[in-house]
């Protein structure tokens, strides 16, 4: 086992690389989300209405239509067909997701993801025990379920309890009960359940992996051979099976993390401080050297990782 896991996560790849280089993703995924959800609140701030609704449905301009596709399919099982526009905009969102990978939703844009994560920092900070992990499924069942409400109730059930849009109206209203959902969120996954909620239990994640199976966007672990064992990929992954298959593949094995689970957040590509890892889409077909094992470079037991 490398010397450098006994360095702080990703102390490493700022030594080498830079402290831009080991953080940028995750700056510019900071950035984006605060972007997105700026644009809804200009409207009620300053009354600068170039957005109207939220990330469930909105209006840009009045004139392009936006609708989230998980609302959508909601709407349609609860027996409420949705307007033509509403249709237009879940056809808009889907495609481009199930383009670029359903997930990048959860990372790039969703405001509760600097919560959970500021919730896992914390969480290794404090070197915490990980908690009940529920099992990878969990999700899936929370997704059933909220259909299954939906039907037997005729709402939009998941509109009900959903930290996302508690957070836009905690933010426009100030404080109050909404936030108890979003404090909720962060002390569930810092004290309960390590990367408990998006990693397990969000039926909003588990429908935009869904739809991101057959995603271009991809991460590859093209440099595989030059891995140093440091574990600070394992550590900062919100998903980590998803980097096992391809980092600790042979020469035969696709380098590609073709999980849709991955969120394709990036902090994988910071942290390495070898880069390993990089940025390329499902079609890339470079090829990655397995990893030679000795006695002295064992292949690292990965559930002791983070």
Known sequence: MSDTIHLP??????????????????????????????????????????????????????????????????????GHWPELTALIGALVIGVAYALIGGRVYCSWVCPINPVTDAASWLHRKLDLPKGWQPKRGTRLFMLAMVLVVSVLTGTIAWEVVNPISMLHRGLIFGMGFAWTFVIGVFLFDLLLARRGWCGHLCPVGAFYGLLGQKSLLRVTANNRADCDDCMDCFAVCPEMHVITPALRGQDSDTPLILSADCTNCGRCIDVCAPKVFQFTHRFDDTPAPGRVRTRSNPAPKVGKAA
Do not use: C, M, Y
């Open 9 to 78: 996560v990703g102390r490493e790849a700022v030594l080498e690389n830079g402290w831009w280089h080991a953080h940028r993703f995750l700056i510019l995924r900071r950035i984006s989300q605060t972007f997105f959800l700026s644009l809804f609140l200009l409207g009620p701030w300053f009354g600068i209405w170039w957005v109207k609704g939220n990330l469930s449905g909105s209006l840009t301009f009045d004139i392009l239509p936006l609708t989230d596709p998980f609302i959508a399919v909601q709407s349609v099982v609860a």
